[in-house]
């Protein structure tokens, strides 16, 4: 049986049908980022945030973006990434459905454990995900391989001599809008998944503190 938190994610999804590829690994990090800060918060600290150099690594070496960056092999920006990660975090790259149900579950219990109940009860996570799929749908319009070839093949009958021109620019164009949709990847899935936790967490801790409330009124029965 599916767990709530991927049923809620997946309803959120910014475009792909699945929870898979690039939006799996953002939402994994996502879950990362909100441990570290809970953590930091359980320790009286402030999270300095990385630059999430690995985590975009990672995505910009899959194949629908690894023709515009310079990036090593999937392979290699993977296991970069993961040695970055807490040792008590498994990423399992093969099923990372497993690994954000089981990330999930430990995010959403440390949160739970700290008694302390979220303040994010305000995020308009519905116009975040309007305003971050214009990023991503404008990448793939202007990266669509047809639209592309089309343009090259009609400057080539009008400046064949600017056909190099057309292609090096047509790459930086999306080259640049690559960074931006992923970009907003990221940040949209760390505030979706800010939000979820939250909501989860409140949840469980209203569910506890409701059962210790419970029991401790049959305690006074019983005592009476």
Do not use: W
């Not at 310079?70 to 296991?79: M, R, T």
């Not at 990434?81 to 999930?104: A, C, F, G, H, W």
């Not at 305000?122 to 343009?151: C, H, Q, W």
């Amino acid at each position: 049986m599916r767990d709530n938190f991927l049923n809620d994610v997946e309803k959120m999804l910014l475009h792909n049908k699945f929870l898979s590829g690039e939006d799996a690994f953002a939402v994994f990090n996502a879950l990362i980022e909100k441990y570290q800060k809970v953590e930091a918060s359980s320790l009286g600290k402030r999270l300095e945030m990385c630059e999430r150099e690995e985590i975009k690594n990672v995505i910009k070496s899959l194949p629908k973006y690894d023709i515009y960056f310079d990036v090593a092999s999937f392979k290699e920006c993977l296991e970069a990434y993961k040695s970055t990660l807490p040792t008590q975090v498994k990423l399992y790259e093969n099923d990372m459905k497993r690994s954000i149900s089981s990330l999930s579950k430990k995010v959403i219990a440390f949160q739970a454990d700290t008694n302390k109940f979220s303040r994010n009860s305000g995020v308009n996570i519905i116009n975040d995900r309007t305003n971050y799929t214009n990023s991503i749908m404008d990448f793939e319009s202007a990266s669509d391989p047809e639209l592309i070839k089309g343009l090259i093949k009609k400057v080539g009958k009008q400046s064949p001599e600017l056909v190099k021109a057309c292609e090096e620019r047509c790459k930086a164009l999306c080259k640049a809008l690559a960074e931006t949709a992923i970009d907003d990847r990221i940040n949209y899935y760390n505030r979706l998944v800010d939000y979820l936790v939250d909501f989860y967490a409140d949840t469980e801790i209203a569910r506890r503190q409701e059962e210790s409330e419970k029991l401790s009124r049959q305690e006074e029965l019983q005592m009476a």
